[in-house]
């Protein structure tokens, strides 16, 4: 099974961009990478989801080189209320529907 | 708009006892998904469901029940809870995987904070 391997915590400032790197070396073929934010006493919300190269939408970017072994995260111009932990999720594509492998997650602060 | 909906935030039972944690979602989704998650360990499953009446194990189902009698409702049952599974348990749901449309995305619920004394 793919496992995925991202930063414990990250440091950032009011208006920066924030790339979070997620690796998944043994990734399969047919695996999706999937992005979710947890906020404090809620369970974690997707983000952005994507196969190859680039996915955009109004929250973040994706961005998936080709040999797709890492993924990463681009939050841009981050704010207060960022502050959250980031969860890389591999996904299997057409497999057991339980092979859902969650990172650790990357605990991001935004300071002022 | 409350999508997946975890019957009790927070609880606290004693060492022994058989809790009941419930889970139901509106979205008339096939899969259902039991997570804890504990500091420095991230997300950890413990029992899924892709259909009702079945169920397959996560990666830790020791200590743990489930059941799924009705499509929209799946509870995790711990028949003798010890103080080791004090955490914040999960509950997601997603679409059953049907082809080319992409891989599916997991709706959580709120957690169930769960203190064992």
């Known amino acids: 099974l793919a496992k995925t391997t991202q930063p414990i915590s990250m440091d950032s400032y009011e208006g920066q961009e924030v790339n979070i790197t997620c690796s998944h070396n043994?990734?399969?073929?047919?695996?999706?990478i999937t992005w979710y934010q947890q906020f404090p006493s809620q369970g974690p919300r997707f983000i952005i989801q994507g196969y190859k190269t680039k996915v955009t939408n109004e929250v973040a970017s994706l961005f998936i080189p080709a040999d797709r072994k890492s993924s990463t995260l681009s939050l841009p111009r981050v704010s207060l209320s960022d502050t959250a932990v980031y969860y890389c999720?591999?996904?299997?594509?057409?497999?057991?529907?339980?092979?859902?492998?969650f990172g650790k997650g990357t605990k991001l602060s935004v300071k002022p | 708009d409350v999508k997946v909906t975890q019957s009790s935030r927070y609880l606290v039972k004693r060492t022994g006892e058989k809790v009941f944690l419930e889970c139901v979602q509106d979205m008339d989704h096939e899969n259902m998904f039991w997570y804890r998650q504990d500091p420095g360990l991230g997300l950890r499953l413990i029992y899924f469901?892709?259909?009702?009446?079945?169920?397959e194990k996560g990666d830790i189902p020791e200590g743990y029940s489930v059941s799924r009698e009705k499509k929209e409702r799946f509870s995790l049952i711990l028949e003798s809870a010890s103080t080791n599974q004090t955490s914040m348990y999960l509950c997601?749901?997603?679409?059953?995987?049907?082809?080319?449309?992409?891989?599916?995305?997991?709706?959580f619920g709120a957690g169930s904070r769960l203190t064992v004394l």
């Open positions: 043994n990734i399969a073929t047919n695996d999706y």
């Open positions: 997601a749901s997603s679409e059953l995987f049907r082809g080319s449309s992409g891989a599916n995305v997991l709706t």
């Open positions: 999720l591999v996904v299997i594509y057409g497999g057991s529907q339980g092979n859902l492998i």
């Open positions: 469901s892709y259909d009702v009446k079945m169920k």
